[in-house]
């Protein structure tokens, strides 16, 4: 009984890893250029729409959903994007959309915000970007345009 028990646990453990793992290894090898990015689900996002997925940080393989106008990111309990770490401000930064652009807005952290490694207090966000926040670090997938 106990060995059936650790059985079924054991399978999804090494499921999980794995595939995390290719999925990091994955973005590592350049598939920000790709325009099928398989495991993510952007292909079932509504246009308008854009999701960000955690790369690297202490919840990385986390994925966050951008359909709002403005969706704030910081340590603070109230952020949309709740990043639990001393190397992010309160409020971190804000993810904004007006028609069917997205960008990065850095609102007054401490450590900075940084697009494919380059600080920046404004960045328009283009598919496959990599945004980090603290030691976390994100990637930006965005959805159809709907045009």
Do not use: C, W
């Not at 603070?76 to 409020?91: A, G």
């Amino acid at each position: 009984m106990v060995s059936d028990n650790d059985k079924d646990f054991e399978a999804p453990v090494e499921t999980t890893s794995v595939f995390r793992e290719e999925f990091i290894n994955e973005l590592d090898a350049g598939a920000a250029t790709s325009s099928e990015p398989a495991d993510t689900g952007v292909e079932r996002l509504s246009p308008g729409t854009a999701l960000l997925v955690v790369k690297r940080g202490p919840n990385a393989g986390s994925r966050f959903l951008l359909d709002q106008p403005t969706t704030s990111a910081g340590r603070h309990p109230d952020s949309d994007i709740f990043l639990d770490d001393v190397t992010v401000s309160r409020r971190h930064a804000e993810f904004r959309v007006a028609d069917n652009q997205f960008q990065v807005v850095d609102v007054g952290s401490l450590n900075g915000t940084y697009v494919n490694r380059e600080p920046v207090d404004t960045a328009q966000l283009s598919n496959g970007d990599e945004v980090q926040i603290g030691k976390f670090r994100l990637v930006f997938l965005s959805g159809p345009s709907g045009s």
